[in-house]
């Protein structure tokens, strides 16, 4: 069945690009989506179809695939965009939904 | 504004059985797939069932396959999980996450979850 690779902590200044990252194999013919879970809450959307944000998600978010290797960024990162986030891609081999281990970004 | 409200969790044996409700509110309930979606303590995210909105298409992940019984009731806005045969490993908070309309893929909107808890 299909896996999905995520790295388990992410760190990173305030103001500065967190980069985090989610390799499967091939993923780039498929449509990658990412969530945010912050402390104590549940997942919210904040990319999905590689790229794209839904209403009310910034502009500092940004998504994108390439080969075997899906990637969230986060610009000018703000002490408020800690948490987990986790990569889901849609896939016919097992259980269909399926998601990365989650990255925990923490904001130095 | 889209709402899921996930209710029925609590303390249960292993072996014994809980019944989840998920309801919805500000949109048309009947047009969207509802999934149940499950997250041990301190682990990730894991999905666990799906149903179309018209109730006539049902997939189950492995780990629940025979135990477990996805439902809804278009009248009631409200969809179901019936879970039989409960083990230590069901322990998880429980969310219910809508599909985009036309789409099966993701998750748009999530619930506040509700807590299942298997222990002896």
């Known amino acids: 069945s299909y896996v999905l690779t995520q790295p388990p902590s992410v760190s990173v200044a305030p103001g500065q690009t967190a980069t985090i990252t989610c390799e499967g194999n091939?993923?780039?013919?498929?449509?990658v989506h990412w969530y945010q879970q912050k402390p104590g809450q549940s997942p919210a959307l904040v990319v999905y179809?590689?790229?794209d944000r839904p209403s009310g998600i910034p502009e500092r978010f940004s998504g994108s695939t390439s080969g075997n290797t899906a990637t969230l960024t986060i610009s000018r990162v703000e002490a408020g965009d800690e948490a987990d986030f986790y990569c889901?891609?849609?896939?016919?081999?097992?259980?269909?939904?399926?998601f990365g281990g989650g990255s925990k970004l923490t904001v130095l | 504004e889209v709402q899921l409200v996930e209710s029925g969790g609590g303390l249960v044996q292993p072996g014994g059985s809980l019944r989840l409700s998920c309801t919805a509110s500000?949109?048309?309930?009947?047009?969207?797939?509802i999934n149940w979606v499950r997250q041990a303590p301190g682990k990730g995210l894991e999905w666990v069932s799906y149903?179309?909105?018209?109730?006539?298409?049902?997939f189950y992940a492995d780990s629940v396959k025979g135990r477990f019984t996805i439902s809804r009731d278009n009248d009631k806005n409200s969809m179901y999980l019936q879970m039989n045969s409960l083990r230590d490993e069901d322990t998880a908070v429980y969310y219910c996450?809508?599909?985009?309309?036309?789409?099966?893929?993701?998750?748009?909107?999530w619930g506040q979850g509700t807590l299942v808890t298997v222990s002896s």
């Open positions: 500000g949109f048309t309930f009947s047009s969207f797939g």
């Open positions: 149903i179309t909105g018209s109730g006539s298409t049902i």
């Open positions: 889901q891609v849609w896939d016919n081999s097992g259980d269909p939904w399926l």
């Open positions: 996450a809508r599909v985009p309309l036309g789409r099966l893929d993701y998750f748009d909107h």
């Open positions: 179809d590689g790229g």
């Open positions: 091939n993923i780039g013919s498929k449509g």
